[in-house]
């Protein structure tokens, strides 16, 4: 029997109840009476009820899902989602820069770096991708055991004793072509195609699109089961006829997930030397499906790309620039401050991961935005912006491991100026080829996305 998942009302009861505590509601009356209709007490995973609810239990899920979305929040007035009052809380808002100076400081981002780029988001995740959703002993004991620890290649089934396989299983989707052994060009993955709808997006909308037409691109080139949590909700929604910003906020307990920032780094590609620009072009992508911190997440990381793309800061000032479009009082920028201190202050990675555990592990779901964006933040800080020291980190830190490591590739390529200064080794077996459902990009080279990216950098298209 066909049971769709992240959208049942059932299944996503358990993860609104976490985001209402995480974000300053008190649902602890409606978490009793969901308990007492005989609801489970933790969040769902995906398909893992072997069976649909009951009717009584699906209505009352959703009956109780909207009684969530009205409870009041502490935290409204330090983690506003409309872009004025982000502006209004984030004291040192970058100042756009001159266009002369725009110029000047734009022409380093040249289609090398930008291959660069491209090569370094899909190594990443490449990376990460057999590791993802397994528990951080899982990923160090599967390294270890055949000599790759630290990390510093890709992982492989060779050597591997069948009893930890069987503890710790590869990601069962992406074994088959992420693998050391198997890889054979750049698979599929939603970390790579929503660049590429980005891509799409400003081909055909230009710099000022609206979240609209992020909404009607998704339903002309993306697949529905190509989306995931928060997007996969913000699809439904749309279909029931819902209009953003409501599509982030109906019935989505993902709404601060990690979506938004995967969807972020063309934002940031195009606007070299202006991160304000590149945070609120993303702003108006990751509204369609996220809110507050998941939101913050997205704009973050596109201000720290645009800051990257000029070629001259290192990889501190990068993420100091970042923190600047974020309220500094918001969940996401203290855990990131937090997460560069503890990269700043220990030698050892592994202190700085299980430091990071202990404080988001209990709390926040593994694609959560505020752990993943933090140890995105300590990998690059304490790699220095080393390509292979920053996505062997964000990958060894565990959680969203495909996507840490795509975001973390993606900044320390641009960073190392072009493909020729990643090594070989990561380069190689992609094959300068790229795996997709999404428009007419299938078997795309990264030189040739460089080129589309580049032809649009700095892009002004005229107001509607």
Not at 196 to 202: E, K, Q, R
Not at 232 to 243: M, P, S, V
Request: glycine share 8%.
């Amino acid at each position: 029997m066909l049971r769709l998942t992240w959208v049942q009302p059932e299944d996503l009861l358990g993860h609104e109840l976490r985001q209402a505590a995480l974000d300053g509601r008190e649902p602890s009356a409606i978490a009793a009476r969901w308990r007492a209709a005989g609801g489970p007490d933790a969040p769902l995973r995906a398909g893992a009820s072997p069976e649909p609810a009951s009717r009584y239990l699906r209505l009352l899920a959703e009956d109780l899902l909207d009684e969530l979305a009205d409870l009041p929040s502490r935290l409204a007035d330090s983690e506003p989602t409309d872009l004025p009052r982000i502006k209004a809380l984030c004291p040192n808002w970058p100042a756009r820069p001159a266009a002369d100076l725009r110029a000047a400081e734009a022409a380093p981002t040249k289609p090398a770096r930008l291959e660069a780029a491209w090569l370094g988001r899909a190594v990443g995740c490449l990376l990460g991708k057999p590791v993802e959703k397994l528990p951080l002993t899982g990923i160090r004991e599967l390294a270890k055991t055949t000599g790759n620890w630290p990390l510093n290649s890709y992982f492989t089934a060779r050597g591997v004793p069948d009893d930890l396989l069987t503890a710790y299983p590869w990601n069962r989707r992406s074994a088959p072509t992420s693998l050391a052994e198997n890889i054979d060009g750049m698979p599929e993955d939603d970390d790579l195609n929503y660049p590429l709808l980005n891509l799409l997006l400003l081909q055909r909308h230009g710099a000022h699109f609206t979240t609209h037409d992020v909404a009607q691109l998704w339903l002309d080139e993306l697949p529905a089961g190509r989306t995931f949590t928060a997007e996969r909700i913000a699809y439904r929604n749309l279909l029931t006829g819902l209009e953003p910003p409501r599509t982030a906020r109906h019935r989505n307990p993902f709404r601060e997930w990690i979506g938004a920032l995967i969807r972020a780094d063309i934002h940031g590609w195009t606007h070299p030397a202006d991160p304000a620009a590149a945070a609120e072009q993303a702003h108006r992508d990751a509204t369609l499906s996220h809110t507050a911190n998941g939101v913050y997440a997205a704009m973050f990381t596109a201000a720290v790309i645009a800051t990257a793309a000029t070629g001259s800061p290192d990889v501190h000032t990068c993420l100091r620039t970042g923190l600047t479009v974020v309220p500094p009082a918001s969940r996401l920028a203290r855990a990131v401050r937090h997460a560069v201190r503890l990269a700043e202050s220990h030698e050892d990675f592994d202190t700085v991961v299980d430091q990071l555990h202990t404080a988001h592990g209990r709390t926040h779901h593994w694609v959560h935005a505020v752990p993943n964006t933090a140890l995105i933040a300590a990998a690059l800080t304490h790699a220095d912006g080393d390509f292979t020291g920053s996505i062997c980190r964000a990958v060894s830190g565990g959680w969203d491991t495909d996507s840490n490591g795509a975001t973390a590739g993606g900044i320390a390529g641009l960073l190392a100026g072009g493909p020729g200064a990643l090594p070989e080794r990561w380069t190689a077996p992609l094959k300068n080829r790229l795996s997709t459902t999404v428009g007419d990009f299938n078997g795309i080279g990264f030189d040739t996305l460089a080129h589309l990216t580049h032809e649009l950098t700095s892009l002004e298209a005229p107001r509607p």
